[in-house]
């Protein structure tokens, strides 16, 4: 059974940094390609950014490019999210999602929520 | 990118059928049949309900439907049961691995 458990997240200030995590298991995490996707509290479901599976190839949204960078562990089954010059309109639940064999999302984990104060 | 267009809302009563459009451009549902459905019940991740456009993945009931037209898609829910009421999403490839969520239907069971 596919299982991703992300964490990580939290309350931080303006202009500070975070890390994300997320756990697979359940699945040959090294073979596929990962996302990062994100939801504002009582909004819908945004795009953040994707890895392939070897972790050479990342592509983010343009709302997060420069200041997000997105990459993995295959040695320990782990995909992070590293958020830096956090915005209070990064605030948001961040799931971390695995790509299907034809350029789909399909599992998604349980999500971590992420506050930014001003 | 924008995001892919969708009502904000439809109800049904239970044993009716429902339809969800999803409206993007010739940039990414026009020029792509990868177009995903999610449901999401409240406080929970989305689940993957439809790929492709119109394929269910193992376990999902056939009650659930996609199509796809030009650059709009559509997600039908047939047999309307109070399980279905939740918050669904289209998504689609939009070209460069960059993807694009419409803006979430929350569907309402009578």
């Known amino acids: 059974e596919v299982q991703l458990v992300e964490s990580g997240g939290g309350l931080v200030q303006r202009g500070g940094s975070l890390r994300l995590s997320c756990a697979a298991s359940?699945?040959?995490?090294?073979?596929?390609?990962m996302h990062w996707v994100r939801q504002a509290p009582g909004k819908g479901l945004v795009w953040v950014s994707r890895?392939?599976?070897?972790?050479?190839?990342?592509i983010y949204a343009d709302s997060v490019k420069g200041r997000f960078t997105i990459s993995r562990d295959n040695a320990k089954n782990t995909l992070y999210l590293q958020m830096s010059s956090l915005r209070v309109e990064d605030t948001a639940v961040y799931y971390c999602?695995?790509?299907?064999?034809?350029?789909?999302?399909?599992?998604w984990g349980q999500g971590t929520l992420v506050t930014v104060s001003s | 990118q924008s995001a892919l267009t969708q009502p904000a809302s439809v109800s049904g009563s239970p044993g009716q059928s429902i339809t969800i459009s999803c409206t993007g451009t010739?940039?990414?549902?026009?020029?792509?049949?990868?177009l995903s459905w999610y449901q999401q019940h409240p406080g929970k991740a989305p689940k993957l309900m439809i790929y492709?456009?119109?394929k269910r993945p193992s376990g999902i009931s056939s009650r659930f439907s996609g199509s796809k037209s030009g650059n709009s898609a559509s997600l039908t829910i047939s047999g309307l049961q109070a399980e279905d009421e939740a918050d669904y999403y289209c998504?689609?490839?939009?070209?460069?691995?960059?993807?694009?969520f419409g803006g979430g239907t929350k569907l309402t069971v009578l």
């Open positions: 999602a695995t790509e299907g064999s034809g350029y789909f999302i399909d599992y």
């Open positions: 359940g699945f040959t995490f090294s073979t596929y390609r």
């Open positions: 890895i392939n599976s070897d972790g050479s190839t990342t």
């Open positions: 010739s940039s990414d549902v026009g020029s792509y049949n990868l």
């Open positions: 492709e456009g119109s």
């Open positions: 998504c689609s490839y939009a070209g460069s691995s960059t993807w694009v």
